[in-house]
């Protein structure tokens, strides 16, 4: 994968086809790690800060994954207390989701698209050594217009998600751009049969298909 290239290891082994694919199983940190390049979504709703405000450096933040609570905003502080993971882990993590941040806002910067956010996950994973067990950490999940924000750098026109949340019409047509923008779009015929709301599942993660 292409973030397998720069060093980053996640869960794919490999894409079996268009469906499905083989991954490492990984016990979830319960945590989603938010990554925003302009402010908004939450950030604005939650702090007033003006939609669309650059902000001056990557901004991370921690969410406890939990749909009954509604993902609530965590300090790292609370990380710790309730012992979602250590700090080595979570410094690692962090150290992670800055370098996806700089691959990815590359990567789309050359397709003339502007990623604002970004939501990522991370599972550990056990394999015995020697007798020890050693643990490794790994991303998991997805990465894909389902869990990103991107916007078109001219038009600034919405290419994800937010076009179902907000209800903004042509959601197949536009992950069709950043598909063909990418150079990895899928036969017509797959793209007909996905429902408007179901996740591209690792459409980013990863476009190569290299294991
Ligand atoms: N996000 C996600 N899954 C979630 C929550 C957020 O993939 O459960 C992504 C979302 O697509 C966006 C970023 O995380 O790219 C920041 O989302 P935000 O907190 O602004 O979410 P909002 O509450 O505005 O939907």
């Known amino acids: 994968s292409s973030l397998n290239h720069i060093g980053i290891e996640t869960h794919l082994i490999k894409r079996i086809n268009m469906r499905e694919q083989l991954i490492k199983l990984v016990e ?9 390049n302009i402010a ?3 950030l604005t709703k939650r702090l007033g800060i003006e939609e669309g405000t650059i902000l001056e450096k990557p901004l991370l933040e921690f969410c406890y994954k939990n749909d009954s609570l509604g993902d609530p905003l965590i300090a790292r502080e609370h990380i710790y207390a309730f012992n979602y993971c250590d700090s080595t882990t979570l410094d690692f993590i962090t ?3 800055f ?27 056990k394999r015995e050594e020697i007798g020890a067990s050693v ?6 999940d997805e990465i894909s217009p389902d869990t990103c924000r991107l916007w078109d750098v001219v038009s600034e ?4 998600k ?21 150079g990895i779009m899928h036969e017509e015929t797959n793209i ?10 690792s459409f980013l993660l990863l476009p190569q298909q290299s294991q």
């Not at 643990?135 to 998991?140: F, P």
């Not at 937010?162 to 990418?182: H, M, P, S, W």
């Not at 007909?192 to 599942?201: A, G, L, T």
């Open 28 to 36: 979830i940190i319960p945590i989603e790690f938010i990554v925003r």
């Open 40 to 42: 908004t979504g939450s």
């Open 95 to 97: 150290n992670q989701c």
């Open 99 to 125: 370098r996806v941040n700089d691959f990815l806002q590359g990567m789309f910067k050359g397709i003339g698209i502007k990623l604002v956010d970004f939501k990522l996950e991370f599972g550990r994973t």
């Open 135 to 140: 643990e490794k950490i790994l991303i998991a």
């Open 157 to 160: 026109k919405k290419l994800d």
């Open 162 to 182: 937010d076009r179902f949340r907000k209800d903004l019409g042509n959601i197949i047509q536009a992950y069709q751009e950043v598909a063909r923008r990418l």
């Open 192 to 201: 007909c049969r996905q429902r408007e709301s179901q996740s591209f599942d």
